[in-house]
């Protein structure tokens, strides 16, 4: 079946530090690939999204890169700040038989420290 | 305004009580959904409606019931509420062929 695997959190950087958020994939098909952010209290909403492979998704400073041959879509960025602190939700979209579905991962908590 | 708008926000009901949870949107899209979000387990979906008159089950519909009585509103029901099903719920909504989903704040539900 189709299925999104992010890393396990939480995740504890010090501001400025890099991050890489891993996930990957398995889909029948080529999906759309997203990264969705939750801050504290709030929905989900879209952070970046990337269509077809080798395609790079950006936002606010945050990068991924479908990876067709690696099934991966890692969420990056060179430097974070404490208002990046949220859980980040890796998703796929596969449309099948004239339906579409979002299938997200389980959530990355970040939390970054001044 | 939020462009998608959850009611109630927080809920403490008793097990074996019915609970509806109200979602509208002012998007302009037909296609809605409610998902529910389990510390761990990440989002799974409830039910899905692509318009009005289509109404589909997620992966753990069970317990679950859905209207869509417009374009702009969509609810979800449980029957008959038992402790398993606390949570915090999600509605969204997304238009074709963006599929960029926006999601309103949450109902967190509480059953004792």
């Known amino acids: 079946g189709n299925s999104v695997t992010q890393m396990e959190g939480p995740v504890t950087l010090s501001e400025e530090a890099f991050l890489t958020i891993n996930c990957t994939y398995t889909a029948t098909g080529y999906p759309s690939l997203f990264w969705y952010v939750q801050y504290p209290g709030e929905g989900l909403q879209l952070l970046l999204k990337?269509?077809?492979?080798?395609d790079k998704g950006s936002n606010k400073g945050f990068e991924a890169t479908y990876r067709k041959e690696t099934t991966s879509f890692h969420l990056e960025k060179g430097s974070v700040q404490v208002s990046d602190s949220a859980v980040y939700f890796c998703a796929l979209l596969l449309s099948q038989g004239g339906s579409e579905k979002l299938v997200f991962g389980k959530g990355t908590k970040l939390t970054v420290n001044p | 305004d939020a462009d998608v708008t959850q009611t109630p926000r927080n809920r403490i009901t008793k097990t074996g009580k019915r609970i509806m949870l109200e979602c509208s949107q002012t998007k302009g899209h037909d296609r809605m959904y409610w998902y529910r979000q389990d510390p761990g387990l990440g989002l799974r979906l409830i039910y899905y409606s692509f318009d009005v008159k289509d109404i589909n089950k997620g992966e753990i519909s069970d317990g679950y019931s859905v209207s869509r009585q417009a374009q702009a509103k969509f609810s979800l029901s449980l029957e008959s509420a038992i402790p398993n099903q606390t949570a915090l719920y999600f509605c969204a909504t997304s238009d074709f062929p963006g599929y960029e989903a926006f999601f309103g704040q949450g109902t967190r539900l509480t059953v004792v």
């Open positions: 990337a269509t077809k492979a080798d």
